[in-house]
């Protein structure tokens, strides 16, 4: 598995977490990075995504404002901090990479769980 989610955890409505994903076995700094996450019973969705120049980034709607996604190139990783966390925010998340001339996605993490309560 080339990508390790990481970071997860029980936090209460209000709080923070920070989401790590680090790349091994080959280099993802040409790559487009996303963040997705599933919830009990839903399908899942995207969260947000950064170019491999760190300059370009994407939100879903839900997490404008609250979410950040960041990366560091040089120690292949990247990261989501959340802010402002809410219940609905509960879900497993996964870190994935793309080819920036594609939209499919084809490395995986394995996911890290993130439980907000009210």
């Known amino acids: ?9 029980l936090v209460q409505a209000g709080g923070s977490l920070r989401l790590s994903c680090a790349a091994s076995g080959r280099t993802f700094s040409r ?3 996303g963040w997705f ?3 009990p019973g839903k399908e899942r969705e995207f969260v947000a995504d950064i170019t491999w120049s760190g300059y370009g980034t ?4 839900s997490v404008k404002g609250r979410f950040t996604i ?11 901090q959340m802010n402002s966390l809410k ?5 497993v998340y996964y870190c994935a990479a793309r080819e920036d001339n ?3 996605y084809d490395y995986w993490g ?9």
Do not use: F, W
């Open 58 to 61: 994407h939100y879903a709607d």
């Open 37 to 39: 996450r599933q919830a």
């Open 1 to 9: 598995v080339p990508l390790q989610a990481c970071g997860g955890g």
């Open 87 to 91: 219940p609905e925010d509960t879900a």
């Open 31 to 33: 790559y487009v990075m």
């Open 70 to 80: 960041s990366r560091d190139s040089g120690k292949n990783t990247v990261y989501l």
């Open 102 to 104: 594609t939209l499919i």
């Open 110 to 118: 394995q996911g890290t769980q993130v439980t907000v309560s009210s």
